[in-house]
């Protein structure tokens, strides 16, 4: 979807966001843990990672045909994720490395186009109420709290807000 090259301190970076498929079900497993695990040890604590649940749902998103998942690579190294369809962003991370660099704002304007060309812009997602990082960085981008809240269903079952952008502020 997107392709440039970035000169910073004479470095050299090639950066692509493209569709992924099934040979990047593992890389999605991979870069999630990474982000789950930096941004949210304050609420699993010592509770296992799901690696198998984990793995095992991004088979089913990656196998979704309403769902259009994309992986933001630099020299051809996956560092950011996003899922989403039928108006909602359903999955949506960047390596820890990577925060604060950029790369999640040119992810999501990558989400935005494509999903805006496909019809049906992502307008609502949910997000853990104590993944601060995450909640502050969609609020910036327009995204303001439904009141609608819940338990996750996974251990140790943090809650999770939902939040929802008008499509006519893009």
Known sequence: MEARSCQACCVSVMAVIRQADESDVH??????RAA?????????????FPAADVLARWQLV?????VTVLVDELDGVPVGYAAFG???????????????TGRAHDLYAAVL???TAAGAPAT???????????????????WRDTDVQEHETFAPYPV???MRRESDSW
Not at 86 to 100: E, K
Not at 124 to 142: E, H, S
């Open 27 to 32: 890389d999605l497993y991979v870069m999630e």
């Open 36 to 48: 789950s695990s930096t941004a949210l040890a304050h609420v699993f604590g010592d509770t296992a």
């Open 62 to 66: 990656v196998d979704d045909p309403s």
């Open 86 to 100: 039928d108006g909602w962003l359903r999955h949506f991370g960047v390596v820890p490395r990577l925060w604060g």
């Open 113 to 115: 186009e494509a999903s």
């Open 124 to 142: 609502y997602l949910w997000v853990l109420v104590d993944n601060r990082r995450a909640r502050a960085f969609y609020r910036r981008l327009g």
């Open 160 to 162: 999770r807000m939902q």
